[in-house]
Nanobody, 114 residues
Framework: QVQLVESGGGLVQEGGSLRLSCVASGSNFGIIAMGWYRQAPGKQRELVATITSDGNTNYADSVKGRFTVSRDNKNMVYLQMNSLKPEDTAVYYC?????????WGQGTQVTVSS
């Protein structure tokens, strides 16, 4: 069973930055994509950013130009978040697409104060 462990969440003021990290257990064989989703209170979970095994990225319109997703050559994914806004407040979930399966982490809270 694959496990994803996130770190790096916290409380930050509007305009500040945070960097999220996620490590997936097991080998990196079969990884198709990794990335991040988020869920704010009372809202559905939404895509933030993903990166494929060959480096293609996809971002939600709301974070383009402010967030950057990246990976190492093994099984870690990062999310650099700059110019944070109160509406970025949510639980952020690490995501992994490996072979035929999709996996999610437990989530890390990001709170942006105005």
């Amino acid at each position: 069973q694959v496990q994803l462990v996130e770190s790096g969440g916290g409380l930050v003021q509007e305009g500040g930055s945070l960097r999220l990290s996620c490590v997936a257990s097991g080998s990196n064989f079969g990884i198709i994509a990794m990335g991040w989703y988020r869920q704010a209170p009372g809202k559905q979970r939404e895509l933030v950013a993903t990166i494929t095994s060959d480096g293609n990225t996809n971002y939600a319109d709301s974070v383009k130009g402010r967030f950057t997703v990246s990976r190492d050559n093994k099984n870690m994914v990062y999310l650099q978040m700059n110019s944070l806004k109160p509406e970025d407040t949510a639980v952020y979930y690490c995501y992994l697409h490996k072979l035929l399966y999709h996996y999610w982490g437990q989530g890390t809270q990001v709170t942006v104060s105005s």
